[in-house]
């Protein structure tokens, strides 16, 4: 059995390493990773570590770093470089004949892996590190330290300006992965993830109205004054400490504060801490209870088998930099132009999110698609165009390319712009996208073409049915 130490080892940001291969086991200078020999005594090696999570070190026979790698389970994703069939792409492939050991961390969870990871690439740069299989940087987290209110990024361009002064962590290997636990934070400290230029005392913060993130609490809306500067820059600074592995501090802290506001009967603010104690405390059990943890509106019908994989795919297909999080789509609904009536539903992380639906009965247009589509528009979106409430990521409007400048008609009135209008034209299924002329096809089973067909069908669904309910009124007197 090897003989590797560090099981549930603390990391901090001077990282220590420990060995996994025995010290009796000789460096093997003159073998080429392709003997068979070699591929055996490190596979026997692999079979003898653990089934959690935790970060592995390759080195060659020198022993120079060669690739920094995290996984869920040391034992199958570091056994997996020795088998005979393994097929690491034409980037890393090479490496598979550098290979004479191995070192190990063992974790106690995957976010935990996930930092420790990223700290030893930035520390070591190995040369199997270096750049993704895309041709751009690694992902980095910046925390905008700086202003009032700071806010938490992914980015790969870590010398924007936009990130100047700003606390850096990375480089990470997966913009997935970083993102999922910028998620996963997010739902403990409510910190928040726009753009938005937010200061303490401005007095527009009181007419602001929040985005959806507030609503099912994952920030705590400081751009709508729903949060003081103090204690939002306390989630900040917990945040930073968590980030830094100090885990336990954190969480003692919490505790402490628990106490105290509950014992000042500030019942709230304990609710508060103690909701951020028991998140930190489930993370190691987030993999096993990811979808329960996302199950925020559980009796409304899933429309996509994988959400992320399919709003991702709709990023890269409508060439997008910020990731795809809330869809609004719009629909008109009439018979010969009696009874006619708009819809808006949303969309949040790939799930329908009925608290926001709202439904429009038109008042001027008739039976006239392109004036109810500008009523709707107008109608919905005011405080946004006027800079009182956040546009949604994309706004799609079920229709061709007549429908879509209709709706591009009345927000060019507004002084505020959307980020993304499309529609989405039935039968032919074509995309169209704002400001480009010709229309975006893609295959029937692209995850991102399917999600827009179950917007926009869930959104003539909600117009059709309140559609037939003012027919029926009309005619039954109801």
Same mark, same amino acid.
């Given at each position: 059995?090897?003989?590797?130490?560090? =099981?549930?080892?603390?990391?901090?940001?001077?990282?220590?390493?420990?060995?996994? #291969?025995?010290?009796?086991?000789?460096?093997?200078?003159?073998?080429?990773?392709?003997?068979?020999?070699?591929?055996? *005594?490190?596979?026997?090696?692999? +079979?003898?570590?653990?089934?959690?999570?935790?970060?592995?070190?390759?080195?060659?026979?020198?022993? !120079?770093?060669?690739?920094?790698?995290?996984?869920?389970?040391?034992?199958?994703?570091?056994? #997996?470089?020795?088998?005979?069939?393994?097929?690491?792409?034409?980037?890393?492939?090479?490496?598979?004949?550098?290979?004479?050991?191995?070192?190990?961390?063992?974790?106690?969870?995957?976010?935990?892996?996930?930092?420790?990871?990223?700290?030893?690439?930035?520390?070591?740069?190995?040369?199997?590190?270096?750049?993704?299989?895309?041709?751009?940087?690694?992902?980095?987290?910046?925390?905008?330290?700086?202003?009032?209110?700071?806010?938490?990024? $992914?980015? %790969?361009?870590?010398?924007?300006?936009?990130? +100047?002064?700003?606390?850096?962590?990375?480089?990470?290997? =997966?913009?997935?992965?970083?993102?999922?636990?910028?998620?996963?934070?997010?739902?403990?400290?409510?910190?928040?993830?726009?753009?938005?230029?937010?200061?303490?005392?401005?007095?527009?913060?009181?007419?602001?109205?929040?985005?959806?993130?507030?609503?099912?609490?994952?920030?705590?809306?400081?751009?709508?004054?729903?949060?003081?500067?103090?204690?939002?820059?306390?989630?900040?600074?917990?945040?930073?400490?968590?980030?830094?592995?100090? %885990?336990?501090?954190?969480?003692? !802290?919490?505790?402490?504060?628990?106490?105290?506001?509950?014992?000042?009967?500030?019942?709230?603010?304990?609710?508060?801490? %103690?909701?951020?104690?028991?998140?930190?405390?489930?993370?190691?059990?987030?993999?096993?209870?990811?979808?329960?943890?996302?199950?925020?509106?559980?009796?409304?019908?899933?429309?996509?088998?994988?959400?992320?994989?399919?709003?991702? #795919?709709?990023? *890269?297909?409508?060439?997008?930099?910020?990731?795809?999080?809330?869809? !609004?789509?719009?629909?008109?609904?009439?018979?010969?132009?009696?009874?006619? $009536?708009?819809?808006?539903?949303?969309?949040?992380?790939?799930?329908?999110?009925?608290?926001?639906?709202?439904?429009? *009965?038109?008042?001027?247009?008739?039976?006239?698609?392109?004036? #109810?589509?500008?009523?709707?528009?107008?109608? *919905?979106?005011?405080?946004?165009?006027?800079? %009182?409430?956040?546009?949604?990521?994309?706004?799609?409007?079920?229709?061709?390319?007549?429908?879509?400048?209709?709706?591009?008609?009345?927000?060019?009135?507004?002084?505020?712009?959307?980020?993304?209008?499309?529609?989405?034209?039935?039968?032919?299924?074509?995309?169209?996208?704002?400001?480009?002329?010709?229309?975006?096809?893609?295959?029937?089973?692209?995850?991102?073409?399917?999600?827009?067909?179950?917007?926009?069908?869930?959104?003539?669904?909600?117009?059709?049915?309140?559609?037939?309910?003012?027919?029926?009124?009309?005619?039954?007197?109801?």
């Amino acid at each position: 059995m090897p003989n590797y130490i560090g =099981s549930r080892a603390k990391i901090s940001h001077s990282l220590v390493l420990y060995a996994v #291969s025995s010290v009796e086991s000789p460096v093997m200078a003159s073998k080429d990773f392709t003997d068979p020999d070699v591929r055996a *005594r490190l596979h026997a090696q692999a +079979r003898g570590l653990g089934t959690g999570p935790g970060i592995y070190v390759m080195k060659d026979s020198g022993g !120079e770093v060669l690739y920094v790698g995290k996984a869920n389970s040391l034992r199958d994703r570091v056994g #997996s470089y020795f088998l005979a069939s393994t097929n690491l792409g034409p980037r890393k492939q090479p490496l598979l004949r550098s290979i004479a050991d191995f070192e190990v961390i063992e974790l106690e969870s995957e976010w935990e892996a996930l930092l420790a990871e990223a700290r030893l690439i930035k520390d070591l740069r190995p040369k199997f590190n270096v750049m993704l299989t895309d041709g751009k940087s690694y992902p980095y987290l910046a925390i905008t330290v700086k202003g009032d209110f700071p806010g938490v990024y $992914v980015t %790969r361009d870590p010398a924007d300006p936009r990130y +100047r002064g700003a606390r850096i962590f990375g480089p990470f290997t =997966s913009g997935r992965d970083i993102r999922e636990a910028v998620d996963v934070m997010q739902r403990i400290f409510r910190f928040r993830t726009c753009h938005l230029d937010i200061e303490q005392d401005d007095p527009a913060n009181r007419h602001f109205r929040p985005c959806l993130l507030y609503a099912i609490k994952q920030c705590t809306a400081p751009c709508g004054d729903r949060i003081a500067k103090d204690a939002y820059g306390e989630d900040i600074d917990r945040l930073l400490r968590f980030i830094g592995s100090q %885990r336990s501090t954190v969480i003692r !802290e919490l505790k402490s504060g628990m106490a105290e506001a509950s014992a000042a009967q500030r019942f709230e603010e304990a609710a508060t801490l %103690r909701d951020q104690l028991r998140a930190i405390e489930r993370l190691g059990e987030r993999a096993a209870n990811q979808e329960e943890a996302r199950a925020w509106q559980p009796e409304v019908t899933i429309f996509a088998h994988d959400p992320s994989s399919a709003l991702r #795919s709709l990023q *890269r297909s409508l060439d997008v930099e910020e990731p795809i999080r809330c869809i !609004e789509a719009i629909d008109i609904a009439h018979l010969g132009g009696t009874e006619t $009536v708009g819809s808006k539903v949303c969309f949040l992380d790939g799930r329908p999110f009925k608290e926001q639906y709202r439904r429009f *009965r038109i008042k001027t247009a008739g039976n006239d698609d392109y004036a #109810s589509i500008r009523e709707v528009v107008s109608r *919905r979106y005011e405080d946004a165009g006027a800079g %009182r409430e956040r546009f949604p990521d994309v706004i799609l409007i079920d229709g061709g390319q007549g429908q879509l400048s209709a709706a591009l008609g009345a927000f060019a009135k507004m002084p505020e712009q959307p980020p993304l209008v499309i529609g989405l034209a039935k039968r032919e299924e074509l995309i169209w996208i704002q400001d480009r002329p010709v229309p975006l096809t893609l295959g029937r089973n692209n995850p991102g073409l399917k999600l827009c067909q179950a917007i926009r069908d869930e959104a003539h669904r909600f117009a059709q049915s309140y559609h037939h309910l003012l027919r029926r009124k009309r005619v039954l007197g109801d």
